[in-house]
């Protein structure tokens, strides 16, 4: 649990044809042998996925891809789900290979990044083997930052480091998860119920992290469960600045907070924290517009056995049937695959 979660992490996904070294530069980048690599075309066929921390920016996680010109009925289905990955990219890498230059499968990825509006790197592979004749203008040309490296001799490794850090987008995390809403000596309650749904023996990621950002914050935590909710409070030499609950308990240990004392919940200061959290609330807002014909879809990040108090499974079905008079049509998906 000491390792930043994937949502922490800024995606850094690498494109490109087959054979152009697109593993191969992602183990130079680690310097492991992450990614499987052969002078076959078409190795890699799934996604492979490492996280590793690049300074100064942090957590990253590095995405090899299936090449984007694969052939065949299956080698179609591998490049539907390399241009899937786009979904999670905050920033690409575009590997081409020096010798044969910007070919059409390139030019198609870089379009497509641009329209997506995800920053993008063209790493030159292959350098050390020689460079088409005029590419460097055909390069320059593009408009897009470009880097000559060699995965094989690991030449260029620095300087592709440099241009991930320069491309980055500054704003992919926030640096705080509520530093804005505390100041150092205030008290934090935080109500982490322990029960059917609750990992054994452990405390679920976000309150983990909660924990960390206060005490990053010098404010203090007192954790506890709904029950203790009151004594905790009574037992403080001042009102504490924030009650933060379990979603599932939020009615409960709603009852039993005053009204003087703000009072959130994990997945509020997360949606904040990861998310738009006005459009969020203006499609709660909406919810009330909903017609029976209408199909809602609710989709969780995470994947996980669902159990009877499950918030995607049953607590949000049913407060929504209470809202709207009817049970309406759902949906559930989970991980990163949608209808």
């Known amino acids: 649990?000491?390792?930043?979660?994937?949502?922490?992490?800024?995606?850094?996904?690498?494109?490109?044809?087959?054979n152009v070294g697109k593993?191969?530069?992602?183990?130079?980048?680690?310097?492991?042998?992450?990614?499987?690599?052969?002078?076959?075309?078409?190795?890699?066929?799934?996604?492979?996925?490492?996280?590793?921390?690049?300074?100064?920016?942090?957590?990253?996680?590095?995405?090899?891809?299936?090449?984007?010109d694969d052939v065949g009925e299956l080698g179609e289905l591998r490049v539907a789900r390399t241009y899937k990955v786009l979904d999670q990219t905050d920033l690409a890498i575009v590997v081409v290979e020096a010798g044969a230059g910007l070919l059409e499968y390139e030019r198609k990825m870089m379009a497509i990044v641009r329209e997506r509006k995800i920053p993008f790197i063209l790493a030159v592979n292959k350098s050390d083997l020689g460079v088409r004749a005029g590419l460097e203008l055909e390069l320059k040309s593009s408009g897009a930052p470009y880097v000559m490296v060699s995965a094989s001799t690991r030449s260029g490794m620095e300087e592709l480091k440099q241009a991930i850090i320069a491309g980055r987008p500054h704003e992919y995390v926030k640096p705080t998860i509520m530093g804005d809403l505390i100041s150092p000596g205030d008290f934090v309650v935080l109500n982490c119920p322990i029960d059917a749904s609750a990992p054994?023996?452990?405390l679920i990621l976000p309150q983990v992290n909660?924990?960390?950002?206060?005490?990053?914050?010098?404010?203090?935590?007192?954790?506890?469960?709904?029950?203790?909710?009151?004594?905790?409070?009574?037992?403080?030499?001042?009102?504490?600045?924030?009650?933060v609950t379990d979603s599932q308990a939020f009615a409960e240990a709603g009852k039993l907070v005053p009204d003087d004392i703000p009072f959130t919940s994990f997945s509020i200061l997360f949606a904040r924290y990861l998310g738009d959290l006005e459009p969020l609330l203006e499609g709660v807002r909406a919810v009330k517009n909903l017609k029976e014909d209408e199909c809602i879809?609710?989709?969780?990040?995470?994947t996980h056995h669902r159990s009877c108090v499950d918030i995607g499974a049953a607590q949000i079905?049913?407060?929504?049937?209470?809202?709207?008079?009817?049970?309406?049509?759902?949906?559930?998906?989970?991980?990163h695959v949608f209808p």
Do not use: W
Request: charged share 20%.
């Open 317 to 335: 079905p049913k407060m929504l049937e209470e809202i709207l008079g009817f049970a309406p049509k759902i949906e559930l998906t989970s991980g």
């Open 210 to 243: 909660i924990i960390r950002d206060i005490l990053d914050n010098r404010a203090q935590a007192v954790v506890v469960q709904t029950e203790e909710i009151p004594e905790a409070l009574n037992g403080l030499s001042k009102k504490p600045t924030l009650v």
């Open 297 to 302: 879809l609710i989709a969780e990040a995470c």
């Open 23 to 68: 593993s191969s530069l992602i183990n130079a980048i680690t310097n492991q042998q992450i990614a499987l690599v052969s002078p076959y075309a078409g190795t890699t066929t799934d996604p492979v996925k490492k996280a590793m921390e690049i300074l100064p920016i942090g957590p990253v996680l590095l995405i090899d891809t299936a090449g984007i």
């Open 200 to 202: 054994k023996g452990r």
């Open 1 to 18: 649990m000491g390792g930043a979660p994937r949502s922490q992490r800024l995606h850094i996904a690498i494109f490109g044809r087959r």
